[in-house]
């Protein structure tokens, strides 16, 4: 229910947390048994675990698999009050927050704590234009659209006579090569060589080509770098083109230009066109915008990517009831006796920064000071398809670092204990261990097909495709 500006005020706290991403998840349970009352605000109705989302792009699991109603997820938390809404705006002075009006507006909902973990969307480098023929994977939309030009492009490929349409349709480009480019491209060529073939009958699906586009020098830049030639390695088995310091220049309904360094006896850089109907954006982050509005509000700082520089403690300098997690803050580790360290763009970080803001918010209202945040570094997993994945762990006795069946294994049962509810866990398990024997992918289900691009489409360059220098 929405609350009223007639209803009474309760003499309680009031704590608003703005995102039910992996940090405003956390932060509203820490707060569970606390004399506070917490309204939390999402613009979808489901936390979503955005490590699996590919899994959804590509038809390898539904949904509701990875994804859980947020009212479901407090029924048994009464201290928690959750609303459908995006925040228009946050009147920093009045301690109030704006819901955008719909077709019943709603009151402002008043704070004396806000938590802001509105999270990231997708960055284009200042060419927002490359997004309708290129889309990210964020969110369950963007999982739908994806997996829906996949299957498509088969089709299309499947009703094309001639030959070179028929080619460009059965070009597949992901551009990025971090860890959901690299998840991504490993389960395409997964898809064209396990699970298509044998169904279609004017095409062989194992002829599409999976061209992966990284403008860095290795994949994974954030693995160490024997690991990042490991993944690249097993990619390639798989069948999937590395083209690396491959520098995307132009995307449209045709294709997309690439820049590569130039070559030994080359006057300049190398351009070449790669001609592909199905294009998926794995490059780059941005922070939500209600970033930029904090900072016009408070008068804080933001990074290049719109990140909001805070405090020590999580909080905004000035204002300390107003607290940044997640992947719009810009925040550093703070252990004893080390240098501050940035904290990564990653779940865990998120869900530790939850945590830490929720047990801050209850010191200063027990009048105890805050606690500098500190993070502490699990590793990173990274799946690159079948029996192949890499694994950088952090232990008391060193790094441990392994790839192969084994570490395809580990982030296996690792994303499954780190779901949300049995159920799912369960149904993922089953879903995975019935692909593991069939190769089977069940969840390809479109909508929308007569509204699938058109075959005619304008190319961006006549310089044809060639393979990496």
């Known amino acids: 229910m929405t609350p009223s500006s007639s209803s009474p005020p309760s003499p309680r706290p009031r704590i608003v947390i703005i995102g039910c991403g992996f940090g405003g998840l956390e932060a509203a349970r820490a707060l569970r048994g606390a004399a506070v009352d917490v309204t939390l605000i999402d613009k979808t109705n489901h936390h979503l675990f955005q490590p699996l989302l590919y899994q959804v792009a590509t038809a390898g699991l539904s949904a509701p698999a990875i994804a859980a109603p947020i009212r479901h997820l407090f029924r048994q938390q009464p201290n928690v009050t959750t609303l459908l809404g995006e925040v228009q705006r946050i009147d920093v002075a009045a301690r109030t927050v704006y819901l955008k009006d719909g077709p019943h507006p709603s009151e ?59 080619a460009d349709w059965l070009n597949f480009v992901v551009v990025g090569a971090g860890p959901t480019g690299v998840e991504m491209a490993g389960t395409l060529a997964e898809i064209a060589n396990h699970t298509l073939p044998g169904e279609f009958r004017h095409i062989d699906p194992a002829s599409a080509r999976i061209i992966l586009l990284e403008g860095g020098a290795r994949v994974l830049q954030a693995m160490p770098e024997a690991l990042s030639q490991r993944a690249k390695e097993q990619l390639e ?71 909001v520089v805070v405090a020590p403690d999580l909080s905004l300098p000035g204002h300390p009831e107003i607290s940044v997690i997640g992947d719009l803050a810009s925040a550093q580790s703070h252990a004893p006796g080390h240098e501050p360290k940035p ?91 019935w692909a593991y024997w069939s190769f089977a992918r069940y969840a390809r289900v479109v909508t929308g097909i007569e509204g699938q691009p058109s075959v005619a489409a304008a190319p961006v360059s006549k310089t044809p495709d060639k393979a990496q220098p």
């Open 108 to 166: 402002p909902l008043h704070y004396d704590h806000l938590v802001v973990a509105a999270g990231a969307t997708h960055s284009y480098f200042g060419q927002d234009a490359w997004a309708t023929h290129a889309p990210g994977l964020k969110t369950l939309d963007d999982a739908f659209e994806i997996r829906r030009r996949i299957l498509l492009a088969f089709e299309a490929a499947e009703k094309e006579a001639d030959v070179q349409r028929r």
């Open 237 to 307: 088995k798989l069948g999937v083109e590395v083209r690396l310091q491959a520098r995307v220049t132009a995307i449209d309904a045709g294709g997309l230009m690439v820049e590569s360094p130039a070559t030994a006896g080359s006057a300049g850089a190398n351009s070449y066109q790669i001609k592909s109907k199905c294009i998926v954006w794995a490059a780059g982050v941005a922070a939500s915008p209600l970033g930029r509005h904090l900072a016009e509000a408070t008068g804080c700082t933001t990074d290049r990517a719109g990140r």
């Open 343 to 433: 904290v990564p763009g990653v779940s865990p970080g998120a869900k530790q920064m939850g945590r830490a803001a929720a047990a801050n918010i209850l010191r200063r209202l027990g009048g105890q000071p805050t606690q500098p945040f500190r993070y502490s570094d699990y590793g990173n997993l990274a799946t690159i398809g079948r029996n192949s994945a890499v694994v950088d762990l952090t232990s008391p006795a060193g790094p441990v670092r392994f790839s192969g069946y084994f570490a395809w294994l580990f982030w296996l049962f690792a994303h499954v204990y780190f779901l949300i509810g049995f159920r799912n866990r369960l149904v993922v398990l089953m879903d995975w261990a």
